[in-house]
């Protein structure tokens, strides 16, 4: 019992013996401990106001309330008012147990769009909203001064030690769909919208999670609160309906509350929202029930939503009259921002919903198992997409090529570097595109790739050169800081890229801004041949073992060549504001088991990337280092079942991270308008699943269209894994500098003998005094001489 007010003062018709008479109201709540109280404080504050009502207040737990409301209404015994989750208020109202309030004077213009929609149906409406909670990250404010800003920072976090704990759970990771700019329903539509990209860019970053050090994963609860109860997690990923709990059990100043985490190109988080709402039993009567609505409308008035506010408990006000500033606990402020861009599950969507929760599909199970790494995403999404559709009759949203069409088209020019056979491939799409969207053109032209920069820049230097630039992100930050191509962030809809790997488009972005649209991931893979050597392991020193004088390695080294090998031996940290390297012990270590490996029989070290290819190609290496571009060869030489590709092997310290490259398209700074709009389609059109086909079979591309389903090509799957922990290097002009001192690095080191902790002394100085002698000249030269390689067509690089 809650509340109960003192029976000492009757009242009676008698005016002389003047005795009051307390009418019962029975609430029912599922609240607990801290926020119980809250709820109790207010609810004797009302009696004080209204003495002639006596308020019951009984603490019931959500589970059982359901049942327990009907046994107990049968009976004539059940409450006047319940406080419940707006899912378990959607049960009630199924069940009969709870009134339908709506009537033309009804007014609900106090409350905020989102929780009201999660009461009412249309004209139908079944309860008061009265608070609301969402998923937050909670930190030790001993330890952490703030959560992470986006993923990028919070990967980076955990890899220099601190330790997150975060549940499986589809519910608990719902936020990180809209991180990546994805959706799971279109309920105005009936649309499922899962399987457009967003939704597997977040389970795969869930997954590269996995691997890396420092974070907890678990699917109970439990277990999680509890990790960060005892100190061993920093940070922990929960229900802001946790914090009276957690500020209980670790000091009330003990606990911080932050936002989530921003997505990977400026995705908001888009938790689920919770809303706690007040709903009208119907077995009360008239009176009981207008005693009750006084309580409601008591609770859910301007007085008591501002104390909820101040109350600090992770739960916050939904009446749009209470404004969060500045004055409030600082908790309280964030739940509520963080509620801002949380998603409603409305009413007449419950149907639905609340069967997916109860397991009538395998949904929330399957999520399970795609997070522990023992289902694949395609698998999940494919399945999730074909039982919501034969369940709850969804159909699947189907993009539209024409949507991408210009409103004004125009011809567009394209300069690459692509092999004969890519261009073939490429010619076939460029005929859909202008099938498809009348009166636009799109016309080739073939430069080398070790001249394809310098002719692009002097070409838009004068004012003239192609429409669209397809090549490689390496030479983007360059482009995009000469100004020769255009900035294109407010001229697609973040929505629109959601398909894409999450990493390649972020390799299209310059100082904040998107400069491209990639089409293809290029970077290094381990390849292997089978009939020598069966598999290949995951591990360096593994492999080292393998290699023998019959089972070769062909392994090329340069700066570019031989960046993924830092990782597994610790840090390589070079500061891009200040040009400096922080730390470079993953480099001395490599350097040093390179410089070791080389002495051992069958390691071949190749400056010359093209003859370690050869090697391999003749059959006379087991393993190769290489990208996709290598691919169309090995299927010639040595036939589809005669190599595999899997990603690098690893160490201690992490996996093997090679530099991540793009290819994509980039818009000249000269174009107008209509070559640009139409230059943007056309970017568009060729990352689409239709054209992504063309490309994948002996084209050597990998498509960085997350939504095409790779199964059916192991080898390409494997370049696309190997990106989701490659290393996002921004190539900018004092990263060439860099460059072109490392591989005077490794010459030292693997031509010259030299110490490696020395030469790296050397070269990280070296590096620090160009920065110094260049600091202020940020424009590059048209120099190509940076390139790895001059190749002809056939044997391009991205």
Same mark, same amino acid.
């Given at each position: 019992?809650?509340?109960?007010?003192?029976?000492?003062?009757?009242?009676?018709?008698?005016?002389?013996?003047?005795?009051?008479?307390?009418?019962?109201?029975?609430?029912?709540?599922?609240?607990?401990?801290? /926020?119980?109280?809250?709820?109790?404080?207010?609810?004797?504050?009302?009696?004080?106001?209204?003495?002639?009502?006596?308020?019951?207040?009984?603490?019931?737990?959500? $589970?059982?309330?359901?049942?327990?409301? $009907?046994?107990?209404?049968?009976?004539?015994?059940?409450?006047?008012?319940?406080?419940?989750?707006?899912?378990?208020?959607?049960?009630?109202?199924?069940?009969?147990?709870?009134?339908?309030?709506?009537?033309?004077?009804?007014?609900?213009?106090?409350?905020? /769009?989102?929780?009201?929609?999660?009461?009412?149906?249309?004209?139908?409406?079944?309860?008061?909203?009265?608070?609301?909670?969402?998923?937050?990250?909670?930190?030790?404010?001993?330890?952490?001064?703030?959560?992470?800003?986006?993923?990028?920072?919070?990967?980076?976090?955990?890899?220099?030690?601190?330790?997150?704990?975060?549940?499986?759970?589809?519910?608990?990771?719902?936020?990180?769909?809209?991180?990546?700019?994805?959706?799971?329903?279109?309920?105005?539509?009936?649309?499922?919208?899962?399987?457009?990209?967003?939704?597997?860019?977040?389970?795969?970053?869930?997954?590269?999670?996995?691997?890396?050090?420092?974070?907890?994963?678990?699917?109970?609860?439990?277990?999680?609160?509890?990790?960060?109860?005892?100190?061993?997690?920093?940070?922990?990923?929960?229900?802001?309906?946790?914090?009276?709990?957690?500020?209980?059990?670790?000091?009330?100043?003990?606990?911080?509350?932050?936002?989530?985490?921003?997505?990977?190109?400026?995705?908001?988080?888009?938790?689920?929202?919770?809303?706690?709402?007040?709903?009208?039993?119907?077995?009360? #009567?008239?009176?009981?029930?207008?005693?009750?609505?006084?309580?409601?409308?008591?609770?859910?008035?301007?007085?008591?939503?501002?104390?909820?506010?101040?109350?600090?408990?992770?739960?916050?006000?939904?009446?749009?009259?209470?404004?969060?500033?500045?004055?409030?606990?600082?908790?309280?402020?964030?739940?509520?921002?963080?509620?801002?861009?949380?998603?409603?599950?409305?009413?007449?969507?419950?149907?639905?919903?609340? *069967?997916?929760?109860?397991?009538?599909?395998?949904?929330?199970?399957?999520?399970?198992?795609?997070?522990?790494?023992?289902?694949?995403?395609?698998?999940?999404?494919?399945?999730?997409?074909?039982?919501?559709?034969?369940?709850?009759?969804?159909?699947?949203? *189907?993009?539209?090529?024409?949507?991408?069409?210009?409103?004004?088209?125009?011809?567009?020019?394209?300069?690459?570097?692509?092999?004969?056979?890519?261009?073939?491939?490429?010619?076939?799409?460029?005929?859909?595109?202008?099938?498809?969207?009348?009166?636009?053109?799109?016309?080739?032209?073939?430069?080398?790739?070790?001249?394809?920069?310098?002719?692009?820049?002097?070409?838009?230097?004068?004012?003239?050169?192609?429409?669209?630039?397809?090549?490689?992100?390496?030479?983007?930050?360059?482009?995009?800081?000469?100004?020769?191509?255009?900035?294109?962030?407010?001229?697609?809809?973040?929505?629109?890229? *959601?398909?894409?790997?999450?990493?390649?488009?972020?390799?299209?972005?310059?100082?904040?801004?998107?400069?491209?649209?990639?089409?293809?991931?290029?970077?290094?893979?381990?390849?292997?041949?089978?009939?020598?050597?069966?598999? $290949?392991?995951?591990?360096?020193?593994?492999?080292?073992?393998?290699?023998?004088?019959?089972?070769?390695?062909?392994?090329?080294?340069?700066?570019?060549?031989?960046?993924?090998?830092?990782?597994?031996?610790?840090?390589?940290?070079?500061?891009?504001?200040?040009?400096?390297?922080?730390?470079?012990?993953?480099?001395?270590?490599?350097?040093?088991?390179?410089?070791?490996?080389?002495?051992?029989?069958?390691?071949?070290?190749?400056?010359?990337?093209?003859?370690?290819?050869?090697?391999?190609?003749?059959?006379?290496?087991?393993?190769?280092?290489?990208?996709?571009?290598?691919?169309?060869?090995?299927?010639?030489? +040595?036939?589809?079942?005669?190599?595999?590709?899997?990603?690098?092997?690893?160490?201690?310290?992490?996996?093997?991270?090679?530099?991540?490259?793009?290819?994509?398209?980039?818009?000249?700074?000269?174009?107008?308008?209509?070559?640009? /709009? #139409?230059?943007?389609?056309?970017?568009?059109? +060729?990352?689409?699943?239709?054209?992504?086909?063309?490309? +994948?079979?002996?084209?050597?591309?990998?498509?960085?269209?997350?939504?095409?389903?790779?199964?059916?090509?192991?080898?390409?799957?494997?370049?696309?894994?190997?990106?989701?922990?490659?290393?996002?290097?921004?190539?900018?002009?004092?990263?060439?500098?860099?460059?072109?001192?490392?591989?005077?690095?490794?010459? $030292?080191?693997?031509?010259?003998?030299?110490?490696?902790?020395?030469?790296?002394?050397?070269?990280?100085?070296?590096?620090?005094?160009?920065?110094?002698?260049?600091?202020?000249?940020?424009?590059?030269?048209?120099?190509?001489?940076?390139?790895?390689?001059?190749?002809?067509?056939?044997?391009?690089?991205?």
């Amino acid at each position: 019992l809650a509340g109960c007010a003192r029976l000492d003062t009757p009242f009676s018709t008698r005016a002389d013996e003047r005795e009051i008479v307390r009418e019962r109201l029975l609430l029912w709540h599922t609240w607990t401990g801290d /926020e119980a109280q809250v709820l109790n404080e207010k609810l004797d504050r009302y009696m004080e106001l209204v003495p002639d009502v006596r308020i019951i207040a009984l603490s019931i737990p959500e $589970a059982r309330i359901v049942q327990k409301f $009907a046994e107990q209404n049968a009976r004539g015994l059940g409450p006047d008012l319940v406080l419940v989750d707006a899912g378990t208020l959607y049960d009630l109202a199924d069940a009969g147990l709870v009134r339908d309030i709506g009537s033309p004077d009804l007014d609900l213009s106090r409350f905020l /769009e989102k929780p009201l929609r999660m009461v009412k149906h249309g004209d139908q409406v079944y309860g008061l909203p009265f608070a609301a909670h969402t998923h937050v990250l909670f930190y030790h404010r001993s330890r952490v001064d703030d959560g992470p800003a986006d993923v990028w920072e919070w990967l980076a976090r955990a890899q220099n030690g601190e330790m997150f704990a975060l549940n499986t759970g589809f519910i608990e990771n719902y936020w990180g769909i809209g991180a990546y700019h994805g959706r799971t329903v279109d309920d105005e539509k009936n649309e499922i919208l899962i399987r457009l990209g967003g939704f597997k860019n977040w389970l795969q970053a869930l997954q590269v999670m996995r691997t890396v050090p420092n974070f907890i994963f678990d699917k109970d609860a439990d277990a999680l609160r509890s990790a960060f109860l005892t100190g061993e997690a920093d940070a922990y990923f929960g229900s802001s309906s946790e914090l009276p709990e957690l500020r209980r059990q670790l000091g009330d100043d003990a606990v911080g509350v932050a936002v989530l985490p921003m997505g990977p190109n400026g995705g908001i988080p888009r938790p689920l929202l919770f809303v706690s709402a007040l709903a009208f039993g119907t077995g009360s #009567t008239p009176t009981e029930y207008a005693r009750a609505r006084g309580l409601a409308d008591f609770l859910t008035g301007y007085e008591e939503q501002m104390s909820l506010a101040l109350a600090d408990i992770g739960r916050v006000p939904v009446n749009n009259q209470v404004r969060i500033t500045a004055s409030m606990p600082e908790r309280t402020i964030t739940v509520a921002h963080q509620i801002g861009s949380a998603i409603e599950i409305a009413f007449a969507s419950q149907s639905w919903w609340r *069967q997916v929760q109860a397991g009538s599909i395998s949904l929330i199970a399957d999520h399970h198992a795609v997070v522990e790494g023992v289902m694949e995403p395609d698998a999940f999404l494919r399945k999730t997409a074909l039982s919501l559709q034969n369940a709850f009759g969804f159909t699947e949203k *189907q993009i539209d090529p024409a949507s991408f069409c210009p409103e004004h088209p125009a011809a567009v020019d394209v300069w690459h570097a692509m092999t004969e056979r890519e261009l073939a491939a490429m010619t076939e799409i460029a005929a859909d595109f202008v099938a498809t969207c009348p009166g636009t053109a799109v016309t080739y032209r073939y430069v080398p790739y070790a001249e394809i920069f310098a002719e692009f820049v002097t070409a838009v230097d004068e004012g003239e050169g192609p429409v669209l630039l397809y090549a490689s992100s390496r030479w983007l930050p360059q482009l995009a800081a000469r100004g020769a191509i255009q900035d294109i962030s407010e001229q697609i809809a973040p929505e629109d890229l *959601q398909h894409l790997h999450a990493r390649a488009l972020r390799m299209m972005v310059y100082d904040q801004r998107l400069y491209g649209v990639p089409e293809s991931i290029a970077v290094l893979a381990l390849y292997y041949n089978p009939a020598k050597v069966g598999d $290949a392991p995951g591990d360096l020193d593994l492999l080292l073992q393998r290699v023998d004088a019959e089972n070769r390695l062909a392994l090329p080294v340069s700066f570019f060549w031989g960046f993924w090998g830092m990782r597994p031996f610790g840090a390589f940290d070079w500061n891009s504001e200040t040009g400096s390297v922080d730390d470079a012990q993953g480099l001395v270590d490599w350097l040093t088991w390179l410089q070791a490996a080389d002495k051992r029989p069958g390691v071949d070290l190749f400056f010359d990337w093209t003859k370690a290819e050869d090697l391999f190609a003749a059959g006379e290496a087991a393993y190769l280092v290489s990208g996709p571009w290598s691919l169309p060869r090995m299927e010639d030489a +040595l036939g589809e079942a005669g190599f595999r590709v899997m990603p690098l092997p690893g160490g201690t310290m992490g996996p093997g991270s090679p530099m991540l490259r793009i290819r994509g398209s980039m818009i000249n700074a000269n174009a107008n308008q209509a070559e640009t /709009e #139409t230059a943007l389609a056309f970017a568009q059109f +060729l990352t689409l699943q239709e054209s992504q086909q063309r490309l +994948l079979d002996g084209q050597g591309h990998v498509s960085a269209n997350v939504t095409v389903n790779l199964d059916e090509f192991p080898n390409l799957k494997s370049f696309r894994d190997q990106a989701r922990v490659a290393a996002m290097v921004q190539e900018t002009v004092a990263f060439r500098r860099m460059e072109e001192r490392g591989d005077d690095l490794y010459r $030292a080191v693997l031509l010259d003998d030299a110490d490696p902790a020395a030469a790296v002394t050397e070269f990280v100085e070296a590096v620090d005094a160009a920065h110094q002698a260049e600091s202020g000249r940020d424009i590059p030269s048209t120099d190509s001489s940076g390139a790895d390689v001059e190749e002809p067509i056939e044997r391009a690089e991205p």
